[in-house]
C-alpha cells in the first residue's frame, strides 16, 4: 500500500524520484521521504508528514545526486509522522532504507537492539532491518541486507542505499512487489510500474525470496541465499499517458468514463462466432479438464469479491456449474476444505491483495487447482495461479474501483461462456450472449450520457445520512457493489440488503430520511422486485430505482439499456458509479483518494 520508488544513472535524481512518488501517491499518503547519495558518498534525506507536495516544498534548492531511493507512506507501525516516514538509517547514517510489508517480530528484535544499545528515532517496523543491515559485519551489502533479512519474519518489497557502497542500491522482495525498470545507462526501481512507465517500458518484476543489485549500467538478480537467478526484461503495455487524467478533474471519473473502451478490450480477439465460443488463452484448462469441474469457488476481497458474487452467477447459469464467492481473507482463516474437484479461481485488480494471494498460496499447497482472473500483468497473484485470464481494464489508479469492476464481470462472462460452450450451453444460447457482450459497449455509452441527470439525482439525496440499497439474486451483488462505491467515496452510511430480506428486519430502517435504491432488472424477478418497492412505498421509504422501464412506486428511476438477462448486473452498478462520485463531489470529499483507504492493501 505504501509506495517506493528509486534511480541510479546519470540524471539529476531528486526531480526524478519525486515525481515518481507523485504517480505512486494512490497507493498510500500520510508522509513521503527521499535519501540520495551526495557527492561524496554521504547520504541526505529528507522526509515530511502530509503529502507528497509537502515533501517537495522541504527539498532544499541544492540537493543533487544521481543515486536515491523514495517512499510513500500509509501507516501501520506509528502514527504519521516526520519520524515515521521513510527512509529509515542508523544512527550513523551509513544505512537508508525504505521498506513495503510488515516486520511481524519487530518488537522482539527491538527490544533485543534496544538492550544492545541501539537507540531508535522512530517507531516503525523498518527501523529494526536498517539497524541490522548497518551491523552485519559482512563484507558486501548484498549479504549485509541477506544477513539481516534472515532474522526478520513477515513481508518486504524494500531498497537499500550504503555510505560505503554508493555504486548501487540493493532491493528485496518477499510478498510486496518489487519492479525493475532496465533503461539505457539508468536504472529504476519501483513497488508498481506506474512510477517506472513514463521513463522505461522493459521492466522485471522480482519472485518473492528474490534480490537484486541496481548499478547504473547493469543489474542483477540474486536469491536472498545468493545463487545467481535469471531475469529476462518484459514490456509493459501500459502507456505513461494512461497513468494520466485525460482533462478530467479525478481519476475516479475518467475511470468511469473509460469503460466502454475497456470493455471493447477485454473483449477484443476472444470471441469465437464459428463455435459461438470465446477463446481465453491462459486458462491452461484443457476441454476434458473443464468437463471434470464439479465446483467453482471464487475468492477475492472488497469489489473484486462483488464482481466474482455476479461471475458466480454467471456460470451457474451459463455453465451449469455449481459456484459461489467467498471473501478471500475470511476463507484463508477458516481451514476450509479443499477438494480436488473444485476449480478455484482467485479475482484481483491488482494481482498483490495480500489475502488472496495468502488464499492461493494455501490453496496452492493443498494441491488445488487456482486460476486467476486480475488486472496486473506479472503481478503476484497472476503468477502465482495455475492459468488465467487477465481482465485488460488498464491502469486504474483512483482507490475507488470502477472500470475494473466492470472488466472484470465481463471477464467472468467470458469465462462462464467458455465453460458453458464446453459442456452444455447451446449454439443459440452461446451466439444469443456474444451478441449481448458485443452490446456492451454501446451501451455504456447511452449509460454516461445520462450523467447530468445522474449528478442531478446525486445532490438530491446528498444529504442523506444512510442509504438502503437492494437487489435480488441478480441485482444483489449490484446492489452490494453500489453501497460500497457510495459508502467508500462519499462516506454516507450504506447498507446492502437482498430484498427478499426486507420482510425479515431491514423494513424497520425504512422511513422519508432512509433513501433505498433499489435494482429492478426486467428479468423474471421484475414483480417480486415490484413487490418490494411497494412494501417501502407503503412506509413513506424514498425510492431511486435503477431499471429497463420507469417504476411507478419509485420516486426517481435511471433507466438503463437492457441486455441479456444474465448480462444485466454489468451495466446496473454503472450508473450507480457515477451516483457515489457525484454524492461524493457534492459533500467535498477527497475522491481519488479517501480517508483511510489505500489501493493495493498487501499487508493484512
Ligand atoms: C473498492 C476497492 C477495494 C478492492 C479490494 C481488493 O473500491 O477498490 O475493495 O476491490 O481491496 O483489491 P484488488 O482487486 O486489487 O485485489
Known sequence: MCGIVGYIGRRDVAPLLLEGLQRLEYRGYDSAGIVITGKSGELRTVKAK????????????????TTGIAHTRWATHGAPSDANAHPHADAAGAVSIVHNGIIDNASELRARLTAEGTVFASETDTEVLAHLIARSQADTLEQKVSEALRSIEGTYGLAVLHRDFPDRIVVARNG???VLGIGEKEMFVASD????????????????????????????????????????????????????????????????AE?????????????????????LGGLNLDPRE???????????????????QIGAQLIEELARIPADA???????????????????????????????????????????????????VGSAIAREADGGTYVHAGPE?????????????????????????????????????????????????????????????????????????????????????????????????????????????????????MPTVAIVPDDELLEKNRAALEEIKARSGRI??????????????????????????????????????HTALALGRDIDKPRNLAKSVTVE
Open 326 to 376: 467467498e471473501p478471500a481473507s475470511e476463507f484463508r482463516y477458516r481451514n476450509p476444505v479443499v477438494d480436488p474437484d473444485t476449480l478455484y479461481v482467485a479475482v484481483s485488480q491488482s494481482g498483490e491483495t495480500y489475502d488472496v494471494l495468502a488464499a492461493v498460496q494455501e490453496l496452492k499447497r493443498k494441491g488445488a487447482r487456482v486460476l486467476g482472473v486480475v488486472n496486473v
Open 50 to 65: 502530509g503529502r507528497v507536495r509537502d515533501l517537495e516544498a522541504r527539498v532544499p534548492k541544492r540537493f543533487a545526486g
Open 193 to 256: 510500474v506506474a512510477a517506472l512507465v513514463a521513463h522505461t517500458r522493459q521492466v522485471v518484476t522480482l519472485a518473492d525470496g528474490e534480490m537484486a543489485t541496481l548499478k547504473a549500467d547493469d543489474f542483477r538478480t540474486y536469491t536472498t541465499e545468493g545463487s545467481r537467478t535469471t531475469a529476462t526484461p518484459t514490456t509493459v503495455e501500459w502507456e505513461a499517458e494512461s497513468y494520466d487524467m485525460g482533462g478530467h478533474d479525478t481519476y475516479m471519473h475518467k475511470e468511469i
Open 544 to 581: 431511486l430505482a435503477v431499471a429497463h422501464q420507469e417504476q411507478e412506486k419509485a420516486d426517481h428511476t435511471i433507466i438503463v439499456p437492457k441486455n441479456e438477462d444474465e448480462l444485466d448486473p454489468i451495466l446496473m452498478g454503472i450508473p450507480l458509479q457515477l451516483f457515489a462520485y
Open 397 to 513: 489508479v483512483c482507490v475507488v474501483s470502477t472500470k475494473c469492476f466492470t472488466n472484470t464481470v465481463v471477464a467472468f462472462a467470458l469465462l462462464a461462456l467458455h465453460l458453458g460452450r464446453i459442456r452444455d450451453l447451446s449454439v443459440a444460447d452461446g451466439r444469443r450472449i456474444i451478441e449481448g457482450l458485443r452490446r456492451l459497449p454501446g451501451q455504456i455509452d447511452e449509460i454516461l450520457k445520462a450523467e447530468p441527470e445522474i449528478k442531478r439525482l446525486a445532490l438530491h439525496f446528498a444529504d442523506a445520512k444512510s442509504m438502503l440499497f437492494i437487489g435480488r439474486v441478480r441485482g444483489y451483488p449490484v446492489a452490494r457493489e453500489a453501497s460500497l462505491k457510495l459508502k467508500e467515496v462519499s462516506y454516507i452510511h450504506a447498507e446492502a440488503y437482498p430484498a427478499s430480506e426486507l420482510k425479515h428486519g431491514p423494513l424497520a430502517l425504512v422511513e422519508p430520511a
Open 259 to 279: 469503460q466502454a473502451e475497456a470493455v471493447d478490450r477485454v473483449l477484443r480477439g476472444r470471441i469465437d462466432d464459428k463455435f459461438a465460443t470465446v477463446h
Open 176 to 178: 510486496s512487489p518489487v
Open 290 to 308: 473443464a468437463r471434470s469441474v464439479r465446483r467453482i469457488k471464487i475468492l477475492g476481497c472488497g469489489t473484486s469479491y462483488h464482481a466474482g
